[in-house]
């Protein structure tokens, strides 16, 4: 029979790791969108400029909706977490 060992230090660690995975995509994508948008309508003009930026605005659903799904995962094993320490806490207080 498998065992399967959890505890809260390690589910926060997690939740921890996702937050900070999302805050820094969040950046790099927000540094990525300025990038675009300097070289787009600066340095890059004409038909170039505005196929580079069709082919970045079509894929910027997709980035975003990345962002999203990593605050939510973040967001999940925080509630996760919770419900974990509550039944630990539940289960300590019926063994007494």
Not at 15 to 35: D, F, I, V
Not at 65 to 77: C, S
Not at 81 to 90: A, E, V, Y
């Given at each position: 029979m498998a065992m399967i060992h959890v505890d809260e230090a390690a589910l926060n660690d997690?939740?921890?790791?996702?937050?900070?995975?999302?805050?820094?995509?969040?950046?790099?994508?927000?540094?990525?969108?300025?990038?675009i948008n300097e070289i787009t309508s600066g340095d890059i003009q004409g038909d170039l400029a505005v196929e580079l930026l069709t082919k970045f605005q079509a894929k910027?659903?997709?980035?975003?909706?990345?962002?999203?799904?990593?605050?939510?995962?973040?967001?999940?094993?925080?509630?996760?977490?919770?419900?974990?320490?509550?039944?630990?806490?539940?289960?300590?207080?019926g063994m007494h």
């Open positions: 997690l939740r921890k790791a996702l937050e900070t995975a999302g805050e820094s995509y969040k950046e790099n994508l927000a540094r990525l969108t300025n990038l910027e659903s997709i980035l975003n909706g990345l962002a999203n799904t990593i605050d939510e995962a973040a967001e999940y094993m925080g509630l996760q977490t919770t419900k974990f320490g509550d039944l630990i806490s539940s289960t300590k207080a």
